[in-house]
């Protein structure tokens, strides 16, 4: 079974700031998909960016980059220029890439404070 | 596009009662997972369907279930109610049909007293 650890249960960052949240999970298998998820306070779970594993190349997405790590399977996430909105519960996830089942296996979380 | 809805918003149920809630997906997307989240268990999945068949399901007692229709909108049951089935029940769709990339509801806010 596949499993996902956030090792940071809270981070702050001052407006303007580049932080970065730390995500690694574990899987025998070699292709599937990784992704952010940022939940605000309203509860909306919200796709950030997501990474095939098969792709060499970091996602990004505007203010949003990752530093995908196949070997070391790790998968951060790198906020630039953080803004107040950032302030959220930041979820990884993983997607296996193999069969039929579809099922994201959530870490279990990384709680942003954006500060001015 | 509409995203995903998810009614009713918030629920209050008592213990040994049943409750069902309703989501629509996407327009387009056929696949439509459930995910339960509460403080101390995190994000846990439920069960995921595709066409009106359920491919997957998590570990959770048999008074969950769920279906889904030829529309794709799905529907979850969970009967006899406990007070840890109190938790913020979230439905997602995507358009793959491996269900890969998966968009959020609202969820639905359960309170069982």
């Known amino acids: 079974a596949q499993t996902v650890t956030q090792s940071q249960p809270e981070m702050s960052v001052q407006e303007a700031e580049t932080v970065t949240l730390s995500c690694t999970y574990d899987?025998?298998?070699?292709?599937?998909?990784l992704f952010w998820y940022k939940q605000p306070p309203s509860r909306q779970m919200i796709l950030v960016i997501r990474?095939?594993?098969?792709?060499?190349q970091n996602a990004t997405e505007n203010r949003f980059s990752v530093n995908f790590q196949k070997a070391a399977k790790s998968f951060s996430l790198k906020i630039s220029d953080s803004q107040l909105g950032d302030t959220a519960m930041y979820f990884c996830?993983?997607?296996?890439?193999?069969?039929?089942?579809?099922?994201?296996?959530f870490g279990t979380g990384t709680r942003l404070q954006v500060t001015l | 596009k509409a995203g995903v809805t998810q009614t009713p918003r918030y629920l209050i149920k008592t213990r040994g009662q049943q409750v069902t809630l309703s989501c629509s997906p996407i327009s387009g997307h056929r696949s439509v997972s459930w995910y339960q989240q509460t403080p101390g268990q995190g994000l846990q999945f439920l069960f995921e369907y595709f066409s009106e068949t359920q491919r997957n399901k998590g570990n959770f007692p048999g008074r969950f279930s769920g279906r889904q229709f030829s529309n794709s909108r799905s529907e979850m049951n969970v009967s006899t109610l406990e007070l840890g089935d109190s938790a913020l029940y979230l439905c997602?769709?995507?358009?793959?049909?491996?269900?890969?990339?998966?968009?959020f509801g609202p969820g639905t806010r359960l309170t069982v007293t």
């Open positions: 990474q095939e594993a098969y792709k060499q």
């Open positions: 996830a993983f997607h296996s890439g193999a069969g039929t089942a579809s099922k994201l296996t």
């Open positions: 899987t025998s298998e070699s292709n599937y998909y």
């Open positions: 997602a769709s995507s358009a793959s049909a491996r269900g890969y990339e998966q968009y």
